[in-house]
């Protein structure tokens, strides 16, 4: 099982980056075409990307404007990560109106690493993209 970290700087406070990571409506503007998002601990994560792939999870730790920790997997059991198998935590810092996202996803299987860093750079870019609008 393997481990990656993502850093990107997004041009908003963490309160609005915050929202959508945490918001079915926030998800839907830059990772999902259908979204539900129960930001507290043990509240269901799913969203389904345009090209039909579902993500199932749930939140484990959620601190507002701050971090949220949650468990992640595919349905169908996708690139050999069935639902609730990783952990991604995602931690926000604000300074000057921007925010800092680091994420850290961990136990992917190696087969998987590439196709989720590379989702995770994009994803996050786009978010990025939204919120700065």
Do not use: K
Request: aromatic share 8%.
């Amino acid at each position: 099982m393997t481990d990656f970290r993502h850093e990107v700087v997004i041009d908003a406070p963490a309160a609005i980056v915050y929202r959508h990571l945490t918001t079915a409506a926030g998800l839907l503007c830059w990772i999902a075409a259908e979204a539900q998002a129960d930001p507290t601990p043990g509240g269901e994560l799913r969203w389904t990307h345009h090209n039909g792939a579902t993500m199932l999870g749930r939140y484990v730790e959620v601190v507002p404007d701050q971090r949220i920790v949650f468990r992640y997997g595919w349905e169908g059991d996708l690139m050999g990560v069935p639902p609730e198998s990783t952990l991604v935590e995602i931690d926000l810092t604000e300074h000057h109106g921007r925010t800092t996202v680091v994420l850290h996803h961990h136990g992917l299987p190696d087969t998987a690493v590439d196709d989720h860093r590379h989702g995770w750079q994009h994803f996050l870019s786009e978010l990025a993209a939204v919120v700065a609008r």
